[in-house]
């Protein structure tokens, strides 16, 4: 059993419609990444209890969507200020459920509240457009009105902050929303329902069901013709599949999908603040993040100082379960992703990786592997390639700048690129150049609720923060009033 200093917030059933819910379809056991022990057992809901999750959600739009902003505004400002007040126990059910050290997933709890906070005040300042009319018995006017139920799914990795991205930017343009969390991870997004019950959010505005069929609750929430827009974080494999089903009813979309970041570090890098922001890219949430770095750029000048001090500060990376005092890499999330590691090495070493640090299961056992550092990576290599997701860096050398430019975009993903140099002409080409659509340039640090975080080519399609965070929860409607 979790401690929790209010141990109301661990809740094991569905929330739909502003009561407590079984699920159609037994139980399902979350299981604790660390040492695999039961730490609940939740309903599982089914594809029907979506459907009426998805009829509550579309009742309660009508009068949510006729709230005043400012009165929505004051329900989602309660809920940030409970989240705020717990985010301590928010924190501990989420190192249990998904394995991340205690203090990374306290700093999640605020990130994600943060989002609620922000959309709080942005959609009072969503305005239309009078626009200066063609005839003078005319007026030719827009407006932004809430576009419907919007049906969410949401991944393992950040339990709580994918849901708050998604659910208060769409709560706030008075959206009502359906949300399916990740099967594994159902205690965090089952604990914010808890608090917007306790903020006095309206019945049916926030839905949060649980089901192990995600194939089966995925149809509902893309084809259902009461949802007017469907968002998705998650791999581009499984975005690809929503995408297609959402054109059956032509749904409005966003998607953050699978990243392949590159980290380059040129020449006249600061070495030191480079390694320390490599790290900290590289193995956050244990490298299981669509923004981790994924592959390592080093000028060759500078390959032999970079690697020697990377893997010195790899070395010191303490491994342990995420409530150890001083954990800095937790476990991975299930055995497939500790068999993907596996054969990730399996393959970067038969074809000539070096390892100069890890390389196998950590003896902490279940989930856990070893921070792993290598070289003499190849454009052939299954790692150089595709989202590792896992806490393996992989550094490769290289001579220009167009050569390295090149080499980081040649890749189907697009999310989150970062380089390290003091040359401010290089700083702006770099990233221009790059196609990705956040560039982040002497620190690995952006993730804010104030900025738009989104990826281009198949890494998605929208933004989550800032302004563009809120603007797709709106349709837009141009009204041209006659007989004036
Ligand atoms: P990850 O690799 O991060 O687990 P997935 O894309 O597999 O990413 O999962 C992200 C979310 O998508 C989870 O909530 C999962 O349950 C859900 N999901 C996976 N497959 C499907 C599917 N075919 N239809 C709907 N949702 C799915």
């Known amino acids: 059993m979790i401690k929790l200093e209010d141990p109301t917030l661990f809740r094991t059933e569905n929330y739909v419609n502003g009561k407590w819910v079984g699920g159609s379809a037994g139980h399902i056991e979350v299981l604790n990444p660390a040492n695999g022990t039961l730490v609940a057992k939740t309903v599982n809901g089914s594809a029907e209890n979506a459907r009426d999750a998805v009829e509550a959600a579309a009742v309660a739009f009508k009068s949510w969507s006729k709230t005043p902003a400012k009165e929505r505004a004051s329900y989602l400002r309660k809920w940030h200020d409970l989240i705020l007040e717990n985010a301590d126990d928010l924190g501990a059910l989420m190192t249990a459920e998904q394995g991340k050290p205690l203090s990374e997933a306290i700093g999640e709890v605020k990130y994600g509240a943060g989002f609620i906070e922000f959309y709080a005040e942005e959609c009072k300042r ?32 950040f339990p709580n902050a994918m849901i ?11 959206c009502t929303v359906v949300i399916k969390p990740d099967a594994g991870t159902p205690l965090s997004a089952l604990a914010l329902c808890e608090l917007a019950e306790r903020a006095g959010i309206p019945a049916g505005v926030l839905n949060v069901l649980v089901g192990s069929d995600a194939q089966a609750i995925g149809e509902v929430l893309t084809q259902h013709e009461k949802i007017g827009k469907f968002t998705f974080t998650g791999s581009t494999a499984v ?3 929503l995408m297609a089903q959402c054109a059956s009813t032509v749904k409005k979309i966003s998607l953050e999908l699978g990243g392949n970041a590159p980290f380059i570090v040129f020449d006249d890098a600061d070495i030191d603040e480079a390694v320390t922001h490599c790290v900290a890219t590289k193995f956050r949430n244990c490298g299981q993040t669509c923004v981790c770095t994924n592959r390592i750029f080093v000028h060759e000048a500078i390959a032999r100082d970079f690697t020697e001090k990377l893997q010195r500060s790899i070395a010191a990376l303490k491994v342990a379960d995420g409530f150890e005092e001083g ?8 055995t497939q992703a500790l068999e993907k590691m596996d054969a990730l090495m399996a393959d970067a070493v038969d074809k000539g990786a070096k390892v100069l640090l890890g390389g196998a299961r950590h003896e902490l056992g279940q989930n856990f592997y070893q921070p792993t550092l290598l070289t003499n990576i190849s454009d052939s290599m299954r790692l150089a390639n595709e989202e590792i997701f896992g806490p393996i860096a992989a550094v490769q050398t290289f001579t220009t700048e ?18 390290f140099t003091r040359d401010v002409g290089r700083v702006m080409r770099v990233s221009e150049d790059l196609e990705y659509g956040i560039v982040c340039s002497n620190s ?6 104030v900025a738009p975080f989104g990826g281009w080519k198949q890494s998605g399609i929208g933004s989550e923060g800032g302004k ?16 004036v």
Not at 327 to 334: K, T, V
Not at 468 to 483: N, Q, R, V
């Open 239 to 241: 975005g690809k599949i």
């Open 164 to 174: 708050t991205r998604k659910a208060a930017p769409a709560m706030a343009a008075g």
């Open 327 to 334: 954990a800095e890499i937790g476990p991975l999330i299930n």
């Open 444 to 449: 690995g640090v952006f993730s804010t609720e």
């Open 402 to 419: 167009d050569e390295v430019v090149e080499k980081a975009n040649a890749t189907e993903y697009g999310l989150a690129a970062y380089f």
């Open 126 to 157: 969503v305005m239309g457009d009078i626009i200066p009319t063609v005839a003078n018995d005319r007026r030719l006017l827009v407006y932004k009105q809430p576009i419907g139920v919007v049906g969410c799914i949401t991944p393992w990795n």
């Open 468 to 483: 563009e965070g809120i603007a797709d929860f709106y349709e837009t409607k141009f009204h041209s009033l006659g007989g």
